[in-house]
């Protein structure tokens, strides 16, 4: 055999090289955006807008404390009579004659999204390990066609169902409401939720859960303590799918809600400063907007590229 023979399977050091170059580039490419919604949080209003655009700017908050406040124009006599600034944005509202009014509906906003994203996630991922469960242990009738039709619900475009359940939540009373979205964001997710799970739990040996039960576990209990820890990979990397859907949809949360169950997608674009868009603080509400998901997505991290290998490998 030629010493410079190979693995067919194990890829060449110029193939690795190539590989990584590529993915850098890439990496670096769809982080630029994200870089660039940073930066902007941390310029003033003018250099927001400056044409060219200002990549070395001095930093400030402005943008922060816009998203967090309500300002109104006051005559330079009403600011000076008051007493000193409190805080920077004080200061800084008050030199565009300016005075803080009070806080913005941003922080509501955010606290509904949280709300509504882990709400329609944990029962999205409960409903869904249930179904999956079911759908891999028992013989249920017509099963391939149940699945598909589990599946279809996610093949249909979402404006072609708005109308229908605006008119339904309307007469349900569901309309701007936390309740209702949860559970159509449920609705949406639990299908894709079935899917994942039942592939991961057909990989999960049924000779752990019949040792347990002939040891005396009932069929809940082997399912509680031995089915659900051998899945986690596979309920951890749903979850994140499931959490980032509810986390930035847009479309049905414009059209269900107005104020009491508002997002924070469709209040960011909203945010109007003086003379139109206020850059600075839509940035820093995106900013802060991309906090949880990110924190959440790199706590399961280690779970999500272990479930979407699972089963890849078989010896």
Not at 169 to 185: P, W
Not at 211 to 219: F, K, P, T
Not at 279 to 290: H, K, M
Request: a positive charge; glycine letters at 6%; proline letters at 7%.
């Amino acid at each position: 055999m030629s010493a410079a023979a190979h693995s067919v399977i194990e890829p060449s050091s110029t193939s690795k090289r190539i590989a990584g170059g590529i993915v850098v580039v890439y990496a670096i490419l769809t982080m630029i955006p994200l870089f660039w919604i940073i930066a902007t949080s941390f310029k003033t209003p003018p250099d927001s807008i400056a044409y060219p655009p200002k990549v070395v700017f001095q930093p400030s908050i402005e943008g922060y404390c816009n998203l967090f406040t309500t300002r109104t124009r006051q005559t330079a006599e009403y600011i000076n009579a008051l007493p000193p600034a409190a805080n920077f944005c004080d200061e800084v509202t008050r030199k565009r004659n300016m005075v803080i009014a009070g806080a913005s509906n941003f922080m509501p906003r955010f606290l509904n999204s949280l709300i509504i994203a882990f709400g329609s996630t944990f029962c999205a991922v409960f409903l869904g390990t249930l179904a999956a469960y079911g759908f891999s242990r028992f013989k249920v009738p017509l099963a391939d066609d149940l699945l598909f039709f589990i599946l279809s619900t996610r093949m249909m475009p979402p404006i072609a169902v708005a109308i229908p359940i605006y008119l339904m939540y309307r007469e349900l009373g569901l309309s701007d409401t936390a309740l209702g979205m949860i559970l159509l964001y449920t609705a949406v997710n639990v299908s894709l939720a079935v899917w994942l799970l039942k592939g991961f739990i057909d990989e999960i040996p049924r000779e752990y859960e019949e040792a347990a039960m002939i040891d005396g576990y009932s069929r809940l209990q082997s399912f509680w303590k031995v089915v659900l820890p051998q899945a986690t990979t596979g309920i951890a990397a749903t979850a994140i799918f499931c959490m980032i859907f509810a986390w930035n949809e847009y479309a049905f949360v414009s059209l269900l809600t107005s104020g009491t169950a508002q997002t924070a997608p469709p209040f960011i674009p909203t945010i109007i400063g003086e003379g139109g868009q206020d850059w600075p603080a839509v940035a820093a509400g995106t900013t802060i907007f991309l906090v949880p998901i990110l924190v959440f997505t790199i706590l399961l991290r280690k779970q999500l590229l272990r479930g979407i290998t699972f089963g890849a490998v078989r010896k």
